[in-house]
């Protein structure tokens, strides 16, 4: 049975930072994309960014560009969104997703929002 678990989120100042997890069980990880999504309150749930099985490529959202990071740990099954910067428009509910199809993150991105698995979600407030 695959699992995905979000963790870290919180309520932050604008200008603060957090490192989101997305712990992954029940699947190879090491060798899926994978990916984060947002999803305000009222709004449609949108790309945030992405990272290719071996961690060599990743794609951001514009919004996210240049203070966003993901990342990922093989060795721990997981992967990280490490958020500095942040702004009250980054207030959302964050999701971690893969599919064991899409190994890149061009194909991930190219089947979005169609993946077999997806998290639970945590919660990001960002407060101004």
């Known amino acids: 049975q695959v699992q995905l678990v979000e963790s870290g989120g919180g309520l932050v100042q604008a200008g603060g930072s957090l490192r989101l997890s997305c712990a992954a069980s029940?699947?190879?990880?090491?060798?899926?994309?994978m990916g984060w999504f947002r999803q305000a309150p009222g709004k449609e749930r949108e790309f945030v960014g992405a990272i290719s099985w071996s961690g060599g490529s990743t794609a951001y959202a514009d919004s996210v560009k240049g203070r966003f990071t993901i990342s990922r740990d093989n060795a721990k099954n997981t992967v990280y969104l490490q958020m500095n910067s942040l702004k009250p428009e980054d207030t959302a509910v964050y999701y971690c997703a893969t599919d064991p199809k899409y190994r890149t993150v061009a194909t991930m991105m190219r089947h979005y929002p169609e993946y077999d698995y997806w998290g639970q979600g945590t919660q990001v407030t960002v407060s101004s």
């Open positions: 029940g699947l190879t990880f090491s060798t899926y994309a």
